[in-house]
């Protein structure tokens, strides 16, 4: 299973776009890179997932190189109600899908 | 309509005693899961049941005992509560992960247990 590695938190302000990188260096051929967001009182839930290059949807959009050892959440202008805990996860057709500690982003007025 | 539903969302309790979480979802899925998050938002699978079967046991003490009556219900009982089980305990359905393909995991919103 592949171990991925980001930041433990971040502060940005309203109104910028915020970046939280993702390694995941031995990621297996058939990893997809996830991203869950949790807010506070609530369980994780599903923002984002791809394989490689670009990724974007109504929430956030991801970036994977070609080398697909990183990956990149990105969101746009973001708001008070974007600060959560952010999680990369590598996942494929298997059981097992490892949270680790994630990113704890919180927007500032 | 709340999809996975887990009672009750706080539990406070003396060491020694035995406790139960229950959850349902009625998304109609095959797959449920035991979650436990420590205070740092370590978020650590404990246990999977596909369609009440046992699929996931991870190194758990065996005073954690998941019960699975109908797929729609995954329930955690906890024998002789210890200080160290202090935590948040998530239950998450997703559609089927034994069909081999990527699954969105839907949660609850958790039960905070606290022992004291």
């Known amino acids: 299973l592949a171990k991925t590695t980001q930041p433990i938190s971040m502060d940005s302000y309203e109104g910028q776009e915020v970046n939280i990188t993702c390694s995941h260096n031995n990621i297996a051929t058939n990893d997809y890179i996830t991203w869950y967001q949790q807010f506070p009182s609530q369980g994780p839930r599903f923002i984002i997932q791809?394989?490689?290059t670009k990724v974007t949807n109504e929430v956030a959009s991801l970036f994977i190189p070609a080398d697909r050892k990183s990956s990149t959440l990105s969101l746009p202008r973001v708001s008070l109600s974007d600060t959560a805990v952010y999680y990369c996860l590598a996942v494929s057709g298997t059981y097992k899908y490892i949270f680790g500690t994630g990113t704890r982003l919180k927007v500032l007025a | 309509d709340t999809a996975v539903s887990q009672t009750p969302k706080y539990l406070v309790t003396q060491m020694g005693n035995d406790k139960s979480i229950k959850c349902e979802q009625n998304l109609g899925h095959d797959t449920m899961y035991w979650y436990k998050q420590d205070s740092k938002k370590f978020l650590k699978i404990m246990f999977s049941?596909?369609?009440?079967?046992?699929?996931i046991n991870e190194t758990v003490p065996n005073r954690f005992s998941p019960k699975s009556p109908d797929k729609a219900h995954l329930n955690l009982h906890i024998n002789s509560l210890e200080l160290g089980d202090s935590a948040v305990y998530f239950c998450?359905?997703?559609?089927?992960?034994?069909?081999?393909?990527?699954?969105?995991?839907?949660f609850g919103s958790g039960t905070q247990l606290s022992v004291l």
């Open positions: 049941y596909n369609n009440k079967e046992l699929i």
């Open positions: 791809g394989y490689k």
């Open positions: 998450a359905s997703s559609q089927d992960v034994r069909r081999g393909r990527l699954e969105k995991l839907f």
